[in-house]
């Protein structure tokens, strides 16, 4: 027992060192959410460029810069894209990490986002559209009152997935120098030279994140679609 | 039949890919009359049906709305449909909202009413298809009969001059068509205008002012019921009356 207390005193409490914990998971939260942000505006915007081309075949420019985005974006790993943002596309301009992060983050989970929204809106019943067009609403009033909203029910737990996944995934911010939750914990384990107790304190900290936003995800899941039974 | 012209069709053709769906239709609708629209399965009925408020873009002559045509270019087809109303055979109430949202969607979003106006309306019309005590519910709890009245009201709520209607029995169980049927029959009592598709030839005989035979994408016949079914003159339409009667 004695032996754990040292072990918790050694990481934690001498120097403060729980202060690597925490700033960690300030900018852990802080990234997650932001890129978060970001991934829903474009991942929508570039699903409603998607669809409104398959559909009407309109706005064929912007459908393929689309297409070209999505390619590069799901065709390399996020840390390549993460150190290509920080070290080549932002070498010259003096920007901070936590913005390059979520810079990256952000524009890789816009796709993941576009995609299942993309599916979303494929996956609502083409009777739908019509009826909406039938009575005289035009394309984007039919797609924001009756699409969207279905679409987005049926597409929350993937969703709320590819957040679970953006938030384990920004455990990479360390490669560019960034004191993220992984980071920090591994900061004390050089330090210390004690992995145990810093490691399984991150590991134990993301579950508790992960599992509160599935909680969340769940619930609003049932509120939605509790109208429909 | 001296009701004035609501739609003018003109030498209508609809092609998908290389197929030819309408070959050439050619045909008026007065106001106040209930046309029905019968023909075998794949005979570009439907086509036909969805192309008077463009569902379809026709690939070739015109549609006429009120004088006007509405398949030149930079007609805006969304105020067109306003006065156009569609009932599918598949309801396609809108998933995500009560019954009374279904109706008052359209009229709110377009300007046409305020939410409270839009409102009472809804509850006079769900009241006219005799279900006023659904206005909270959502379709997925009704049954099809329910359904499809429901998407009539949603219809009437535009106050449209003309109903088209697709099939709108087709997708129910047999003691659910009585009560659309009857509906419809009321809505054609009072003198609206409707072009029904329909496999009923109970009410194509009953209801409808003139009955039209679509077969391969022309219409092959088209006269007063006594007359359409009493001493039908196509060959064609003698062969499917024989095989539906």
Redesign the interface.
């Known amino acids: 027992m004695q032996k754990i207390i040292d072990e918790f005193s050694l990481n934690f409490i001498e120097d403060d060192r729980y202060r690597y914990i925490l700033e960690g998971l300030g900018n852990t939260v802080l990234i997650s959410f932001l890129a978060a942000l970001v991934g829903i505006a474009l991942g929508f915007l570039v699903a409603i460029i998607r669809s409104n081309h398959d559909k009407t075949g309109h706005m064929k420019a912007a459908n393929a810069v689309c297409r070209v985005y999505l390619t590069v974006v799901r065709g390399t790993p996020t840390m390549v894209q993460l150190l290509i943002i920080y070290y080549v596309v932002f070498a010259s301009v003096n920007v901070s990490k936590v913005f390059a992060a979520v810079a990256a983050f952000g524009l890789n989970s816009g796709a993941y986002v576009a995609e299942i929204v993309r599916s979303g809106i494929m996956s609502v019943d083409e009777g739908q559209f019509e009826a909406g067009r039938s009575l005289g609403l035009n394309y984007r009033k039919t797609m924001r009152y009756i699409v969207m909203p279905q679409a987005f029910k049926n597409v929350l737990p993937a969703l709320g997935n590819e957040f679970i996944v953006l938030l384990k995934e920004t455990s990479i911010s360390g490669y560019i120098g960034l004191t993220d939750l992984t980071h920090g914990g591994d900061i004390i384990r050089g330090i210390t030279f004690s992995a145990f107790m810093p490691l399984i304190l991150v590991a134990l900290i993301y579950l508790l994140m992960v599992t509160v936003l599935s909680y969340g995800v769940n619930r609003l899941e049932r509120r939605l679609r509790a109208n429909e039974r | 039949m001296n009701g004035e012209v609501l739609l003018e069709v003109r030498g209508l053709e609809k092609s998908f890919g290389g197929h030819k769906v309408l070959r050439g239709i050619h045909t008026q609708i007065r106001r106040g009359e209930v046309v029905a629209i019968i023909g075998p399965s794949g005979c570009g009925k439907s086509t036909f049906l969805r192309s008077l408020?463009l569902?379809e873009t026709p690939t070739g002559g015109s549609v006429l709305f009120e004088g006007k045509e509405i398949t030149a270019p930079g007609v805006d087809v969304?105020?067109?449909?306003?006065?156009?109303?569609?009932v599918?055979q598949?309801f396609?109430?809108?998933?995500?909202?009560?019954i009374r949202d279904n109706i008052t969607?359209?009229p709110v979003?377009?300007g046409l009413m305020g939410k409270e106006e839009a409102g009472r309306r809804a509850m006079e019309l769900l009241e006219r298809v005799g279900l006023p005590e659904k206005a909270d519910a959502?379709p997925?709890?009704l049954s099809g009969g329910q359904k499809q009245r429901i998407?009539i009201a949603?219809?009437l709520a535009?106050n449209p001059d003309v109903m088209l209607f697709d099939e709108p029995t087709s997708a129910l169980d047999p003691e659910m068509v009585g009560e659309v049927l009857g509906l419809m029959r009321e809505l054609a009592k009072d003198g609206m205008t409707m072009v029904v598709v329909t496999h009923e030839m109970g009410f194509a005989r009953e209801v409808a002012s003139r009955v039209l035979f679509i077969d391969e994408g022309v219409i092959c016949e088209e006269n007063a019921p006594e007359e359409f079914f009493g001493n039908p003159k196509n060959q064609r339409l003698r062969e499917f009356l024989s095989k539906v009667l």
């Open positions: 408020n569902l969304d105020e067109v449909r306003q006065k156009i109303g569609m599918f598949q396609n109430l809108f998933a995500n909202l009560t969607l359209a979003k377009l959502y997925a709890m998407a949603r219809s535009m």
